[in-house]
Nanobody, 119 residues
Framework: QVRLGESGGGLAQPGESLRLSCEAS????????VSWYRQAPGKERELVAS???????NYADSLRGRFTISRDNALNSVYLEMNNLEPEDTAVYYC?????????????WGQGTQVTVSS
């Protein structure tokens, strides 16, 4: 079992920045990939960014350049730096981790953290 705890959400004005943190209960290098997803009201959950254990990063095309995913192996944490926030970024942001158990890929979710962008 992997527990994920998100923090760092809150209220921001358009153009401001926020940094979300996801702390895992195990070594993040043991996880195949850690991702951030978000879900806005009335919309489906969407992938924001992923960081694979070998270092490769993927981003949603619409967010590339404004959002950056990174990690601190010593703290077992993955971060999402969000710059130049827009009202459309308002959503609950979730941390997701996948870990191989044999050939089976286990899937874990955090509880989510609310980000609200409003003037």
């Amino acid at each position: 079992q992997v527990r994920l705890g998100e923090s760092g959400g809150g209220l921001a004005q358009p153009g401001e920045s926020l940094r979300l943190s996801c702390e895992a209960s195990t070594s993040i290098l043991s996880l195949y990939v850690v991702s951030w997803y978000r879900q806005a009201p009335g919309k489906e959950r969407e992938l924001v960014a992923s960081l694979f254990n070998h270092g490769m990063r993927n981003y949603a095309d619409s967010l590339r350049g404004r959002f950056t995913i990174s990690r601190d192996n010593a703290l077992n944490s993955v971060y999402l730096e969000m710059n130049n926030l827009e009202p459309e970024d308002t959503a609950v942001y979730y941390c997701n981790a996948k870990r191989y158990s044999g050939s089976h890929l286990e899937d874990y979710w955090g509880q989510g953290t609310q980000v609200t962008v409003s003037s």
